[in-house]
């Protein structure tokens, strides 16, 4: 772009890239409301997408259990095992209250991480 368009309307950029992403975003939302009509959501596609999309997320959560990157690695595997078996406990025994499993969880995490830490 010709530097005379950042002389003549400054700060307009951002703009761009905002308005940019919302359309976007609004042309694919729009298309998804034109064909839910003719959408069946229990069909062997979707049930074929849903099982792939778990096994992709159960897959990322293993990966993150086992072989964990950032500051995740720091921690023991006992102590992650351990939280992530406290944290599936609590979702199920809660009515699969996702808030609640995952707090426990965290707090599991964090507990046993700063309990070899501090007292070990």
């Not at 950029?13 to 839910?36: D, E, F, K, N």
């Not at 959408?39 to 979707?46: A, D, H, R, S, T």
Request: proline share 5%; glycine share 10%.
């Amino acid at each position: 772009m010709p530097e005379a368009w950042s002389e003549a309307w400054p700060g307009i950029w951002p703009w761009i890239v905002v308005l940019t992403g919302a359309v976007a975003t609004y042309v694919w939302r729009g298309m998804g409301v034109a064909l839910s009509d003719r959408i069946n959501p229990e069909g062997q596609l979707f049930q074929w997408i849903g099982a792939v999309t778990y096994a992709f997320l159960a897959g990322l959560i293993a990966r993150l259990i086992v072989l964990p990157v950032g500051p995740l690695e720091a921690t023991a595997l006992t102590d992650r095992l351990a939280a992530s078996v406290v944290a599936l406990a609590i979702f199920l025994a809660t009515r699969r209250n996702l808030l609640l499993g995952v707090g426990a969880g965290v707090s599991v995490l964090v507990l046993l991480t700063v309990g070899r830490v501090t007292w070990l």
